[in-house]
């Protein structure tokens, strides 16, 4: 069974901070991606990325970057934390290719005061 | 990115009567189009996909449709149940990028 960690639960954090949100996979997926999600708003992608040290940006990608050092590993980085991105973010990953589903961790609650 | 909509945004059903969501996409190019479920304070998780070469898909009470022509494709859910009470999402695929649709929270009566 596809295992998708990411490593806080539940953060809060302070406007202005750096944030560091992490997420491992033990597929050996090629794809990853970092979504936020908002009441009535859905998920919303903020980066992708298909490959090691690859990324792309998604449909909100302002405020955020990533990394992607090692093929398991997916960083979403907020530089400089405000409260507009107080919200849940969820990792995801799957196989390279069309047709393939997501798999989800559990989600991050980030509240940002 | 594409633009996807799903309606009805909320339902609410009977236990036992069927329950139907709809998603609209723009981009021609998608040829997967999954459906994902997602319990209160639980991740999305997938129940049901289609490929662009299929027009229907059946898993015992759920079902997808897809109408490539008219660009939309929808949820079927049968014999409903307190344990479909969720939120669902449509995410159709044309390339590396998946759009989400908003959802719809599917309340049970019992």
């Known amino acids: 069974d596809v295992k998708v960690t990411q490593s806080s639960r539940y953060l809060v954090k302070r406007t202005g901070e750096k944030v560091f949100l992490e997420c491992v996979q033990d597929m050996d997926h090629e794809n990853m991606f970092w979504y936020r999600q908002d009441p009535g708003l859905g998920l919303r992608l903020i980066y992708f990325s298909y490959d090691v040290k690859m990324k792309e940006k998604g449909d909100i990608p302002e405020g955020y970057s990533v990394s992607r050092e090692k093929k398991e590993r997916f960083s979403l980085i907020l530089e400089s934390a405000s409260t507009n991105q107080t919200s849940m973010y969820l990792c995801a990953t799957g196989w390279r290719g069309l047709g393939s589903p997501l798999h989800f961790g559990n989600g991050t609650r980030l509240t940002v005061t | 990115g594409e633009n996807v909509e799903q309606h009805p945004s909320t339902l609410s059903v009977q236990e036992g009567d069927s329950a139907v969501i709809k998603c609209t996409y723009s981009?021609?190019?998608?040829?997967?189009f999954p459906w994902y479920k997602q319990e209160l304070g639980k991740r999305p998780q997938l129940i049901i996909d289609i490929r662009s070469n299929v027009g229907e898909k059946k898993d015992q009470r759920i079902a997808v449709t897809l109408n490539k022509t008219a660009k939309h494709f929808s949820l079927h859910i049968t014999e409903t149940q307190p344990e479909d009470s969720a939120v669902y999402f449509c995410a159709p695929q044309g390339d590396y990028k998946l759009s989400f649709g908003a959802g719809t929270t599917v309340t049970v009566r019992a």
């Open positions: 981009d021609s190019a998608s040829n997967y």
